[in-house]
């Protein structure tokens, strides 16, 4: 399984960007994609997941009402629309994958893959 993240970059405060993660060599769809950050001297955090076998996204609580994960079966990608970045939304963002799929529950320790980072920068 390869996971291909892009859609990083500058932002000013207020503005907006949209992530890819793309999944290859995975077949049907039964797994969860999702997004975890991780700023500078910090965890990774868990940011937003969702099942490509069906249901709405999930999101951790920084995030809620700024943010929206979408997904597209064809393409085996999802997309975050990010909006209304702030500073603390400063981060290289992680694209995974979650065999047992259960999105609400994604967690670090438990991603079967992972995609390379992209910086997300919020200038201020």
């Known amino acids: 399984v390869q996971l291909q993240a892009s859609g990083g970059g500058l932002v000013q405060v207020g503005g907006s960007l949209r992530l890819s993660c793309a999944a290859s060599?995975?077949?049907?769809?039964?797994?969860?994609l999702g997004w975890f950050r991780q700023a500078p001297g910090r965890s990774r955090d868990y940011v937003a997941a969702?099942?490509?076998?069906?249901?709405?996204?999930y999101y951790g609580h920084p995030v809620k009402g700024r943010f929206t994960i979408s997904r597209d079966n064809a393409k085996n990608t999802v997309y975050l629309q990010m909006n209304s970045l702030q500073p603390e939304d400063t981060a290289v963002y992680f694209c995974?994958?979650?065999?047992?799929?259960?999105?609400?529950?994604?967690?670090?320790?438990?991603?079967?893959?992972w995609g390379q980072g992209t910086l997300v920068t919020v200038s201020s």
């Open positions: 060599g995975v077949t049907g769809n039964n797994y969860a």
């Open positions: 969702i099942s490509l076998s069906g249901g709405g996204g």
């Open positions: 995974a994958l979650d065999r047992s799929n259960r999105p609400q529950w994604m967690q670090e320790s438990l991603v079967d893959s």
